[in-house]
């Protein structure tokens, strides 16, 4: 008789398409609603945006459940920060706690790819693109999750970011006004939901200006 071996795994992949991009005094942070394991859909009305700070929202993709924990974290991390420093963590500080955190569990990684966005201290927009265990960069537009792999060659092709390697540094920002960047992340959605099983139903976009807060959500693809 053959051995049959367990085939257990602690993590899963629960799909989903994630999307930032930064301008010059505005953040657009979008991601979709399917949840989905293997080839059946465990939701089509949940959340991957998450507020951090009131100037730095992050989307995930991964394993929602590791994602649920890191939220967790930054939250309590955040709070003790507010109680020492009588203030709220910018975006780059932010983006530097999540870094840490993610470096911090490196040897059971929270199986989550995120993206920070939000506004720095200037009002100008800034992303920062993550892998698992905490390597990021500060970019003028990223994407992260199942569909990334469709979305970044649109992105490329419309923003094009300048080297990091040029002297003097160049600006990441994008040049787009807020209106044409939520027209780009509309599109760039729409196209990968036609080709990508794991993005799909709706699509959650938040735009981070100096105004505060707003939220549009636009139908996708159910099938």
Request: charged fraction near 20%; glycine fraction near 6%.
């Given at each position: 008789?053959?051995?049959?071996?367990?085939?257990?795994?602690?993590?899963?992949?629960?799909?989903?398409?994630?999307?930032?991009i930064?301008?010059?005094d505005?953040?657009?942070?979008?991601?979709?609603?399917?949840m989905?394991?293997?080839?059946?859909?465990?939701?089509?009305?949940y959340?991957?945006?998450?507020?951090?700070?009131?100037?730095?929202?992050m989307?995930?993709?991964g394993?929602?459940?590791?994602?649920?924990?890191?939220?967790k974290?930054?939250?309590?991390?955040?709070?003790?920060?507010?109680?020492?420093?009588?203030?709220?963590?910018?975006?780059?500080?932010?983006?530097?706690l999540?870094?840490?955190?993610?470096?911090y569990?490196?040897?059971f990684?929270?199986?989550?790819?995120?993206?920070?966005?939000?506004?720095?201290?200037?009002?100008?927009?800034?992303?920062?693109?993550?892998?698992?265990?905490?390597?990021?960069e500060?970019?003028?537009?990223?994407?992260?999750?199942?569909?990334?792999?469709?979305?970044?060659?649109?992105?490329?092709?419309?923003?094009?970011?300048p080297?990091?390697?040029?002297?003097?540094?160049?600006?990441?920002?994008?040049?787009?006004?807020?209106?044409?960047?939520i027209?780009?992340v509309?599109t760039?959605?729409?196209?990968?939901?036609?080709?990508?099983?794991?993005t799909?139903?709706?699509?959650?976009?938040?735009?981070?200006?100096?105004?505060?807060?707003?939220?549009?959500?636009?139908e996708?693809?159910?099938?």
């Open positions: 008789m053959n051995k049959e071996h367990a085939n257990w795994s602690p993590y899963d992949n629960n799909g989903g398409s994630c999307v930032a930064a301008g010059a505005y953040c657009v942070i979008a991601a979709d609603t399917r989905s394991t293997g080839y059946n859909v465990l939701t089509r009305d959340s991957k945006i998450c507020k951090l700070a009131d100037k730095s929202i989307a995930s993709s394993f929602q459940a590791d994602v649920r924990a890191l939220q974290q930054l939250d309590a991390k955040h709070l003790i920060y507010q109680h020492q420093h009588n203030k709220q963590m910018s975006c780059p500080a932010m983006a530097q999540l870094s840490n955190t993610l470096y569990k490196r040897f990684p929270y199986y989550s790819f995120n993206v920070l966005g939000g506004l720095d201290s200037e009002g100008k927009g800034c992303v920062f693109t993550y892998d698992a265990v905490g390597s990021y500060k970019v003028g537009y990223s994407s992260q999750g199942s569909g990334s792999t469709l979305i970044m060659p649109v992105l490329d092709k419309r923003l094009k970011s080297s990091p390697l040029l002297l003097p540094a160049q600006d990441s920002v994008t040049p787009l006004s807020e209106a044409e960047a027209d780009l509309k760039v959605f729409v196209a990968a939901t036609e080709r990508d099983i794991y799909g139903d709706s699509v959650e976009i938040v735009i981070l200006n100096a105004d505060g807060i707003r939220r549009e959500h636009m996708l693809r159910k099938d």
